[in-house]
């Protein structure tokens, strides 16, 4: 079976607008292409590029996503608060070290106090270590093999598309044996639900964030030993399948 990667990115004045992202068999191309015409013609943009590419390496099939954990709290800070135990129990870095990464998160984490363009990377001693602080790192070449089906099925459980790209997204680093948990919140202001990944499982909090921050993005937590460069690589280049959810 032929696959083929379709990248698709809409901004306006070099701001992100909108994005879709989707491994698909050759059948699929055009009205993949189609699906991300109806996805942005109602958004102002000025620039639109959908990129189409062969996929020549095998990609790693998955069987099941991690199952969703789904936990609702009275504010974001309870919900942090819970979130930085989880994250200590994993990784062992002190509370105080993963409230101040979290914090960076939640107040932009590029050194012009922006949000960086990909994930912060952060191994066991807490400190961090991406190649590039205004870029972070960004999982790419990961979709479910019939994204529509798993779509109705996360739908009906009340979650969101945006759950089903996430999940996709954070099943890939976890399948990683050097990630070891990662922490999100989304950059839409009005999107406060956020996740805590673990190898075992995908903790959906909400609210993880405040109403109106404009502020997100992601922290992946790696073993001290990993190869970065090779972390890099999979994460930005290994084309993953996930055939089905939990
Ligand atoms: C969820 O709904 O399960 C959380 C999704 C986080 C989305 C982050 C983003 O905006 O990309
Ligand atoms: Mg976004
Ligand atoms: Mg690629």
Redesign the pocket.
């Known amino acids: 079976m032929k696959l083929y990667s379709i990248k698709a990115r809409a901004s306006l004045n070099g701001k992100h607008i909108s994005g879709a992202e989707r491994i698909v068999p050759e059948e699929r191309v055009f009205e993949t292409i189609r699906w991300i015409e109806k996805k942005v013609e109602k958004k102002n943009f000025d620039s639109l590029n959908i990129k189409v590419e062969l996929i020549k390496e095998k990609p790693i099939l998955i069987e099941k996503s991690l199952p969703?954990v789904?936990i609702k709290f009275k504010n974001h800070e309870d919900a942090n608060l819970k979130a930085v135990k989880i994250l200590h129990r994993i990784t062992g870095i002190p509370t105080e070290r993963i409230k101040e990464l979290i914090a960076l998160i939640h107040t932009g984490a590029s050194p012009e106090k922006k949000n960086m363009r990909g994930a912060m990377i952060v191994n066991l001693t807490g400190k961090r270590v991406e190649k590039d602080r205004f870029r972070g790192v960004r999982t790419t070449d990961v979709d479910f093999l019939d994204r529509e089906k798993v779509i109705k099925k996360l739908l009906e459980k009340g979650?969101?598309e945006?759950?089903a790209?996430?999940?996709a997204?954070t099943t890939k680093n976890m399948h990683h044996p050097d990630i070891i948990a990662e922490y999100?919140?989304?950059?839409?202001p009005d999107?406060l639900?956020?996740?805590i990944s673990t190898k075992e499982k995908?903790y959906?909090f909400?609210p993880?964030k405040e109403f109106g921050n404009k502020n997100?993005g992601?922290i992946y937590f790696i073993k001290n030993s990993t190869d970065i460069d090779e972390l890099y690589r999979f994460l930005e280049e290994k084309p993953v399948l996930i055939k089905d959810v939990e």
């Open positions: 969703i789904d979650f969101t945006r759950t790209d996430a999940l997204l999100c919140i989304s950059d839409e999107y639900t956020g996740y995908y959906r909400t993880l997100g992601r």
